[in-house]
């Protein structure tokens, strides 16, 4: 998402062109918002997520999406980017590593001491945990007063409609213009492969979006997935 699913520990962690008519992208508005910053990329997975209680709130909202549902569409180490080896071994690793004074393995050493910089290694080492028993087949129930109903749904709209209809289609495009995340609207309606069979009015639904033509470079959560 690739943007929502690289916000989780240490990762991130979502110009224009129709199918056949190449047109210049209009500016529209792109609201910041508390996990997101519209003007910065980097800021979700940068300094976001660093700290404990983001990332127990990405955790719990990961828990009522469904790690099994994510871990089938990106694997169970897909918070771990870039990061290749057995799953299960890694995160037991993290786990058996993280109260040992003396660590032979480098990695090891180094991701503690960063969330130990970072002061959320308690947490982190909570949540591993945590993973480690929902692969295991342990029920978890998240705690929905931690659960970020934002994240919630733009995962919903970025990751699970593969099998969109149309009155998904209105409501998320509805959601994302009560949300201020009028770029994203705009890409949804033009920009996403899922939607390309939606028969709705773009250029009738265009006209609720406002537009900011003074704004500099913007990085909308719903990406352009069509280049």
Known sequence: MNKIFGIFLISASLFACEISTIR????????????????DKDYTASTWIRKSENIEIA??????????????????????????????????SLILTFQTDTINSVYYKEFWERRRKEDNHEMVYKVLKE?????????????????????????????????INQSEANENFKFLVRTGLHESAYNLLYERYEYYDID?????????????????NVWPIIEDDTK
């Open 24 to 39: 210049e992208k209009p500016k529209y508005q792109e609201k910041d918002l508390g996990f997101y910053k519209a003007s």
């Open 131 to 163: 993973i480690d028993s929902i692969q295991d087949g342990i029920s978890v129930t998240p705690k929905l007063k931690k659960v970020n109903d934002t994240i919630y749904k733009m995962v919903q709209i970025i990751s699970f409609s593969d099998s």
């Open 200 to 216: 709705w009015n773009q250029e009738e639904l265009t006209t609720v979006l406002k537009s900011d033509s003074s704004r500099g």
């Open 59 to 92: 955790h719990e909202t990961f828990k009522k999406i469904g790690y099994k549902n994510l871990a089938d569409k990106y694997g169970w180490c897909w918070p771990l980017q870039g990061v290749f080896r057995p799953c299960n071994e890694l995160i037991d």
